[in-house]
């Protein structure tokens, strides 16, 4: 059974960093395409970032530039590094894959970027 587990949400100031992970079990992550979404109450869930099963790295929106997304194969595990946060940043950010063409969400992982 595919399970994906995001973690390392949390508070942080604007201008600070915070690093996201989703893991994943059931499967081998680094042979597949990983994208990480965010969302805010009301609004729709927004692509933020994604990684193909070869590791070109895309950036939409106001990631560019501030967020990396990353494997750690070891861990398996994707990686999201967001810098230099500000407040528009806040939401749940949630990693998404797409396994022999079901879809998987994790549960998702707050951030806050709050003064």
């Known amino acids: 059974q595919v399970q994906l587990v995001e973690s390392g949400g949390g508070l942080v100031q604007p201008g600070g960093s915070l690093r996201l992970s989703c893991a994943a079990s059931g499967i081998v992550f680094n042979s597949y395409a990983v994208r990480w979404y965010r969302q805010v109450p009301g609004h729709e869930r927004e692509l933020v970032a994604g990684?193909?099963?070869?590791?070109?790295?895309n950036y939409f929106g106001s990631a560019k530039g501030r967020f990396t997304i990353s494997r750690d194969n070891a861990q398996n595990t994707v990686n999201l590094q967001l810098n230099n946060l500000k407040h528009e940043d806040t939401a749940v950010y949630y990693c998404h894959a797409l396994v022999r063409m079901v879809s998987y969400w994790g549960q998702g992982t707050q951030v806050t970027v709050s003064s």
């Open positions: 990684i193909t099963s070869g590791n070109i790295t």
